[in-house]
């Protein structure tokens, strides 16, 4: 069946008084139909400009897009009425309501004006719709810009960040639309930081970092390809954890100190743990791989988890090695 | 429904569009009333009373003077002698010619002589409500990202921006036209009520029309200077913040500098004689330090002329170069 979205090897570089930045750099991503499609990515990493660039309102220097066989952007607007999108929460003129705002897009569209009261009442907004958006929360608009997208009744939806703002009401009211407008056919790419709900909602994810995907595939593939890499290290109690967490650090562990115990994030062998500390009179009361999350995968994978005493940037990634880890 | 109709819909339904164009209205409204309320109709009674006044006037004037003559020849000899003239036949007697009636009469409202600067007075105020909200227009979706969700809907760039610009452009044309006709038709009653209308022929009327379709001509630039500005800058603020500094820039500091330098025709670098030349057909710059002798008139100016074929086709490049700049960086441009 045809991807309903491939990029490949996709380029973008800006260019500043700093230099050039290399804002996506030979990414590549495919989303096949029906699925929702998680992209994931810390803030500067490429997610927005990947989106925009496919959505024709930034031009690429180089690389692949397709959407629904199309090739874009030459041939964007003869997909464009297939494909929904919020890219960064668009801020709605606050004196309109929800109807006109709406209306005015339907209009621009050429689509019919019943299709604004059946997305309103899709996204919860039914009684609100003759109010000012400017009398609307920050769910509320991103409520509404969610039913932007919808209007058209497109086959991809692409939605950057549509939980922002949401209560928890609203995100599971989000991920439950996301399944039903699945359920119908629909593809859904969604870019968000809320790995819990993408790792809940979504079939396949794509990470990137620093403009590169680093990792992809179905959601289970891409957390069991790094299930054994985190071991938790609990010392036997009253023990102090301060001489075994520099210990190990000296010896290249990336370790994270909890309350009561820590994690070792590149284990490769864990046995190493207990000869290493052992050797030093440290007896492990605990140690147990940790069962991979999206959280962790990500963090690992875009090299964003927080090192102590140290405060990471913005475009800060350290890319984690293609495979192994410490002790191996 | 079409794009444009959708853009028309949007312009109409700006609370800010409705704001500025009805603040314009009551302006507009307040010169009317305020022509209407100092202006009388002139008729015999009028004359009759001006004469009255007049012959009054010229009678006190009279008696004063021969007072003035009488106590001039009566100091004579002594102290207060220096008070007067020492030749007190030299004290002047008024005539009754230097009382023109026509000074006593009320201000009216002469349609011919008195329009014309009313048109100017309109297509001004126009072009500053077509400017801000040709710039608010275009600005305020870029700045809010509602450009950018309307090009995700139509992803064609030139015609979405021509499409608005277009919109834009036929509605405050649509507004020109009206207010002109309003305007018109308002004057032509203050004239009827507060004033003549009598020496309007045809040739005066055309010329009229001529004069509101160069204001027409006027708001369209201005409306599309100000689209234009705002949508290079992707902020209305850009607009304004040009509009401010060419203000400053141009009028006061190139103006000042110019005229310290002594360039010959200073004045013509100034933006809203041009103006003035297109609504009035021309206007003439001179420069009084050239002496250009006459046997008849003696020394006569330097003088250059700025037509109004000169004025048009300046407006004419400010219209292409700007919006011919906007269409090709939208076109261009990366939207972030």
């Not at chain 1, 993408?198 to 970092?209: A, G, N």
């Not at chain 2, 079409?2 to 409204?29: I, M, N």
């Amino acid at each position: 069946m045809t991807a309903v979205l491939e990029i490949s090897g996709l380029r973008k570089t800006y260019r500043g008084r700093k230099g050039v930045r290399r804002a996506l750099d030979g990414f590549d991503m495919v989303v096949e139909p029906g699925q929702v499609h998680g992209f994931l990515g810390p803030n500067g990493s490429g997610k927005t400009t990947t989106l925009r660039t496919l959505l024709g309102l930034i031009r690429p220097n180089g690389g692949r897009m397709a959407i629904l066989g199309r090739d874009v952007p030459e041939q964007l607007p003869e997909v464009a009425g297939r494909v929904g999108a919020i890219v960064e929460s668009p801020q709605f003129f606050g004196n309109f309501t929800a109807k006109d705002t709406l209306t005015l897009l339907a209009d621009a569209g050429g689509i019919d004006h019943n299709r604004v009261f059946q997305v309103l009442e899709l996204v919860g907004l039914r009684e609100r719709a003759k109010d000012r958006v400017k009398t609307y929360s920050l769910g509320m608009k991103q409520r509404l810009a969610v039913a932007s997208a919808l209007l058209k009744e497109p086959a991809l939806l692409v939605l950057d960040e549509p939980a922002n703002g949401l209560d928890p009401g609203g995100i599971r009211e989000m991920r439950t639309l996301m399944r039903t407008l699945s359920e119908a056919g629909m593809t859904v790419l969604l870019s968000s930081h809320i790995l819990g709900e993408i790792q809940l909602i979504c079939d396949s994810v794509t990470i990137i970092s620093a403009g590169k995907r680093v990792a992809h595939g179905s959601v289970a593939d891409v957390l069991a390809r790094h299930e054994s890499s985190s071991v938790k290290v609990r010392l036997e109690p009253g023990v102090d954890m301060r001489p075994a967490v520099g210990l190990l650090r000296a010896k290249g562990a990336q370790i994270t100190v909890e309350t009561d115990h820590f994690v070792v994030g590149n284990a490769g062998n864990p046995a190493q743990i207990t000869r290493l500390l052992a050797e030093q009179k440290i007896f492990v009361y605990e140690l147990a791989p940790l069962a991979a999350d999206l959280e962790s995968v990500f963090l690992e994978l875009t090299g964003t988890a927080p090192v102590e005493g140290r405060n990471r940037q913005v475009d800060q990634t350290a890319m984690a090695p293609a495979g192994g880890g410490w002790g191996e | 429904m079409s794009l444009y109709a959708a853009e028309t819909r949007r312009l109409v339904k700006r609370r800010f569009t409705r704001y500025f164009t009805l603040g314009a209205v009551v302006v507009l409204a307040a010169i009317a009333v305020a022509m209407f309320v100092t202006n009388h109709q002139i008729g015999p009674a009028q004359i009759a009373g001006a004469k009255a006044q007049a012959h009054a006037d010229y009678q006190r004037n009279l008696d004063q003077a021969a007072d003035f003559k009488k106590r001039c020849e009566a100091a004579k000899g002594t102290a207060d002698a220096q008070q007067y003239p020492s030749n007190c036949d030299e004290i002047g007697t008024p005539t009754e010619d230097d009382f023109d009636a026509q000074w006593y009469l009320p201000a009216t409202f002469d349609f011919q002589k008195k329009f014309p600067d009313l048109v100017t007075t309109l297509a001004a105020l126009l072009s500053v409500v077509g400017f801000v909200i040709g710039a608010s227009f275009v600005g305020a979706e870029w700045s809010s990202g509602g450009m950018a969700n309307l090009l995700l809907w139509r992803p064609q760039r030139l015609r979405v921006l021509g499409t608005k610009l277009l919109a834009f452009l036929v509605g405050l044309a649509g507004l020109t036209v009206l207010l002109s006709a309003a305007w018109t038709g308002i004057f032509t009653l203050v004239a009827k009520y507060r004033g003549t209308s009598a020496s309007m022929t045809t040739g005066a009327w055309k010329s009229l029309a001529l004069t509101e379709a160069r204001g027409l001509a006027l708001v369209v630039v201005a409306g599309a200077v100000g689209f234009g500005l705002a949508s290079l800058g992707r902020h209305t603020a850009m607009a304004l913040g040009v509009a401010i500094g060419l203000v400053v820039v141009f009028q006061f500091g190139l103006g000042t500098a110019l005229a310290l330098a002594k360039v010959k025709f200073a004045e013509a670098y100034l933006l809203p004689l041009w103006i003035v030349a297109w609504m009035k057909q021309k206007y003439d710059v001179q420069d009084y330090n050239a002496c250009n002798f006459s046997g008849t008139e003696g020394c006569r100016p330097d003088t250059f002329t700025i037509t109004w074929h000169m004025a048009g086709a300046a407006l004419a490049v400010a219209f292409v170069v700007i919006v011919g700049a906007a269409l090709w960086t939208v076109r261009r441009r990366d939207i972030t």
